[in-house]
């Protein structure tokens, strides 16, 4: 049977909707085929695509960008084991590379994680080979976690308005749960002890501070945020049904034991940095932006952005307060595939405020309009009737009236 489809293809700097026609391929040995359901639109997509994200592609090659997904397979091919057409499943966008070709010989984790991911085991969908934003999508079966109908009922429940488009965040909620495995094991391993609940800021209010807010309030943490836009933190309070607090943006005094940093600016660094307590965590969630990669911290002791990628700690003094003080700096980019589990649970509980998290839906690769969720809200459309899509991509500027955006297919 002949199909119609669409997909977003990257090359060579732009990026553009296509059509596409023909018969749908059967997967390979070890793939399963996805029809999506529904993706979220990350902010290292839009860096990747605008060049403030270094990738390994060929700029020349055509890609498909995303890596946010969930969807339904279609058909399996030999070897995809315990999965079957039918079943929805989230897509796992870190892929290993084979044993040969990876730096200093093959990767020694026992696990998917932050470890092996920032020393560069694996290649990552959406930038460095095909992701998610296309109506079908080919894809390792050992990239995708079944949704159990458990999980699917409580989402329903949740957000009902949503359904299982709520799981694409997935991935992005393992990402944050993987930051607290991260930092207790640096506790462990500097201070053979625990971290213990305190008062947490949240540097940068986009979908992923919303994240952090929620995994940092099931923790017992007080939680503030901040951001240099405010209206954007208000909106992100509100999406929390106000159960976090917005820092005066006159504070100075080192007032929390964690600066959670997930803005991609070395002022949203320095201004955690300037506001964490002796001892306390400054936490590098966020790469930075290619002009300012060449940042380091006072001193030119270390790279923030090393620190970020190779998921690695350290203790410093920080010369900048009055005062000699320690902080412990992490960092780290992607997730503990063990997490996954916890990640789809996290997401369908917290489904009321994801719910009020994702502002906007846009109903197709094709479509120019961004449908508001907001109460009062105002759709947004292309001014030329090009797809919505693009440009997002590109880096139109929408986070003063949107936190996350979805692509619903189904």
Request: net charge neutral.
């Amino acid at each position: 049977m002949v199909h119609e489809w669409f997909e977003v293809q990257w090359h060579c700097g732009t990026v553009q909707v296509t059509r596409q026609r023909g018969r749908r391929p059967s997967p390979r040995p070890g793939y399963v085929l996805v029809r999506m359901n529904a993706c979220g639109i990350c902010g290292t997509d839009i860096r990747a695509v605008n060049g403030n994200k270094s990738t390994r592609r060929r700029t020349e090659s055509y890609l498909i960008p995303g890596h946010e997904g969930v969807g339904r397979i279609l058909s399996t091919g030999p070897g995809a084991s315990g999965l079957q057409p039918g079943d929805v499943v989230v897509i796992l966008p870190h892929v290993h590379l084979p044993d040969s070709s990876l730096p200093g010989g093959p990767c020694q984790e026992a696990e998917l994680n932050p470890v092996c991911i920032g020393h560069g085991h694996t290649l990552h969908m959406g930038w460095d080979r095909d992701g998610c934003f296309a109506d079908y999508i080919e894809v390792p079966a050992a990239n995708v976690i079944r949704v159990s109908a458990e999980m699917r009922t409580l989402a329903r429940r949740s957000a009902p308005a949503l359904g299982d488009a709520l799981f694409a965040l997935t991935e992005p909620m393992a990402c944050v749960l993987s930051a607290y495995k991260c930092i207790e094991a640096c506790y462990e391993t500097f201070y053979q002890s625990g971290f213990q609940v305190g008062r947490a800021l949240v540097v940068g209010c986009g979908p992923i501070g919303v994240l952090h807010a929620i995994s940092l309030l099931d923790r017992g943490f007080q939680v503030w945020l901040t951001d240099t836009q405010p209206r954007r933190a208000e909106l992100a309070r509100w999406c929390l049904n106000n159960r976090v607090h917005i820092l005066p943006t006159e504070s100075q005094d080192g007032m929390f034991d964690l600066a959670m940093i997930t803005a991609s600016s070395v002022g949203a660094i320095r201004r955690g940095e300037a506001l964490v307590r002796g001892n306390g965590v400054v936490y590098l969630f966020a790469g930075l932006n290619a002009a300012e990669r060449a940042e380091t911290g006072q001193g030119d002791l270390f790279s923030y952005e090393r620190l970020h990628r190779t998921a690695k700690g350290l203790v410093t003094l920080n010369p900048s307060r009055s005062r000699a003080q320690s902080q412990v700096y992490l960092g780290q980019s992607g997730y503990f595939s063990s997490l996954m589990p916890a990640a789809l649970a996290s997401v369908a509980t917290h489904g009321a405020v994801l719910d009020r998290a994702i502002t906007g839906i846009i109903p197709g690769w094709a479509s120019s309009r961004i449908e508001s969720r907001l109460p009062g809200g105002i759709d947004w459309v292309t001014e030329d009737g090009s797809p919505a899509i693009i440009q997002v991509l590109h880096g139109i500027e929408l986070r003063d009236r949107h936190c996350k955006l979805l692509v619903r297919l189904s």
